[in-house]
């Protein structure tokens, strides 16, 4: 397997742009987590998907930001109206099963709203 | 969530066992300890897991005394491939709420 794969590796946009990142998990894995990666914040978690379906939002900053799964294979995290605070790197993880499975990391995409 | 606390930084030399504890006083019965390692401009990536007394893989040991309030992870003979930051992870995936919350890291630079 590829591994987690997300794209695009990076991206440059102006504040108020949309910005939607993208991520195939591992196959077979039915857990999908989206983090954002700031020197002063560390890695937040933002929101994580089992099978398929949103579980946890509570992380999303605000409403600007959205996250979708519409199948097994895919995911996206959408920012509308970017702003320069969102500049950070994103990671998508993936994992299988539900007891104590390790994570997998994509290379994450670094984000850059001037 | 069992709140974590790491040293933020250690150096070390080349050649050299290096050993990050993490404090987790409140760790659960049913929670798991977890360690990662990330490089610069890399995602995250698994290091070893344990639930008491002694792990060891062909990276790393974990070490967790008995009463769980901490552990510590023990990398031998470290390299300069080895400068990264460590993560340590508590909590207890079998419920299915594991949100895999990282605290600070270690950061951890070896030197030649």
């Known amino acids: 397997d590829a591994g987690v794969i997300q794209s695009p590796r990076h991206e440059v946009t102006e504040m108020g742009q949309e910005v939607t990142l993208r991520c195939k998990p591992i196959?077979?894995?039915?857990?999908l987590f989206w983090y954002r990666q700031t020197m002063m914040r560390g890695l937040e978690l933002l929101i994580y998907?089992?099978?398929?379906?949103?579980?946890?939002d509570s992380g999303m900053p605000e409403d600007r930001f959205s996250a979708k799964m519409p199948n097994a294979s895919f995911s996206t995290l959408k920012i509308q109206p970017s702003e320069p605070r969102d500049s950070a790197v994103y990671f998508c993880?993936?994992?299988?099963?539900?007891?104590?499975?390790?994570?997998?990391f994509g290379s994450g995409t670094q984000l850059s709203v001037l | 969530l069992a709140k974590t606390t790491q040293p933020i930084s250690m150096d070390s030399y080349e050649g050299q066992e290096v050993n990050i504890t993490c404090s987790h006083n409140n760790i659960a019965t049913n929670d798991y300890i977890t360690w990662y390692q990330q490089f610069p401009s890399q995602g995250p990536r698994f290091i070893i897991q344990?639930?008491?007394t002694k792990v060891t893989n062909e990276v790393a040991s974990l070490f967790i005394p008995a009463d769980r309030k901490s552990s510590t992870l023990s990398l031998p003979r470290v390299s300069l491939s080895d400068t990264a930051v460590y993560y340590c992870?508590?909590?207890?995936?079998?419920?299915?709420?594991?949100?895999?919350?990282f605290g600070t890291g270690t950061r951890l630079k070896v030197l030649a």
């Open positions: 196959s077979g894995h039915d857990y």
């Open positions: 992870l508590v909590g207890d995936g079998g419920s299915g709420t594991y949100k895999y919350i």
């Open positions: 344990g639930y008491k």
């Open positions: 998907f089992n099978n398929n379906v949103p579980i946890d």
């Open positions: 993880a993936s994992r299988a099963g539900e007891y104590n499975e390790k994570l997998f």
